[in-house]
């Protein structure tokens, strides 16, 4: 193989990989675009619903007159829990707590934005 050939092969493989790498790039944004606007839905749904009682920050007592008083959503108690369990308790409502159940308002993909903005708390 001439020095040639090796230098146009080169430059062949290199051109690929930077195309490649571009287009990796432009998905890594648009993934981080998505979450970005989700984490702000979730916010948008958590300011409507759940601060009134978890308070602005998530850190619970906002609301004290029920019993038990809300939850911190900040604490390892809490953030300890699988994204399955949370889900779950956001839209089944713990039974026999003033946490009700939030299946009638939020869909799927806002119980989802929600949680990711619960998550996002703890950070
Ligand atoms: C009426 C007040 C009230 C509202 C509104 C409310 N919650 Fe709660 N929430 C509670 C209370 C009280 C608890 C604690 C229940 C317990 O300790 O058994 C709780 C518990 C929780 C927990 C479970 C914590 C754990 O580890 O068991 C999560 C998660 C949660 N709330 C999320 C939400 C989300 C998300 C919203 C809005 C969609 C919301 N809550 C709205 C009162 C409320």
Same mark, same amino acid.
């Given at each position: 193989?001439?020095?040639?050939?090796?230098?146009?092969?080169?430059?062949?493989?290199?051109?690929?990989?930077?195309?490649?790498?571009?287009?990796?790039?432009?998905?890594?944004?648009?993934?981080?675009?998505?979450?970005?606007?989700?984490?702000?839905? @979730?916010?948008?749904?958590? %300011?409507?619903?759940?601060?009134?009682?978890? &308070? +602005?920050? #998530?850190?619970?007592?906002?609301?004290?007159?029920?019993?038990?008083?809300?939850?911190?959503?900040?604490?390892?108690?809490?953030? @300890?829990?699988?994204?399955? %369990?949370?889900?779950?308790?956001?839209?089944? &409502? +713990?039974? #026999?707590?003033?946490?009700?159940?939030?299946?009638?308002?939020?869909?799927?993909?806002?119980?989802?934005?929600?949680?990711?903005?619960?998550?996002?708390?703890?950070?």
């Amino acid at each position: 193989m001439s020095a040639r050939t090796l230098l146009a092969a080169l430059l062949l493989v290199l051109s690929c990989w930077s195309v490649a790498s571009v287009g990796f790039g432009q998905e890594r944004d648009e993934k981080a675009l998505r979450e970005y606007y989700d984490l702000q839905e @979730g916010r948008r749904l958590y %300011e409507q619903y759940c601060r009134f009682c978890h &308070g +602005e920050q #998530g850190k619970g007592k906002a609301y004290d007159q029920v019993t038990p008083p809300p939850a911190d959503l900040t604490t390892s108690a809490v953030q @300890g829990k699988s994204d399955a %369990e949370l889900a779950n308790i956001i839209h089944e &409502g +713990e039974p #026999g707590s003033p946490m009700g159940a939030w299946k009638w308002a939020l869909s799927e993909s806002d119980k989802q934005n929600v949680l990711l903005y619960i998550r996002s708390l703890a950070r």
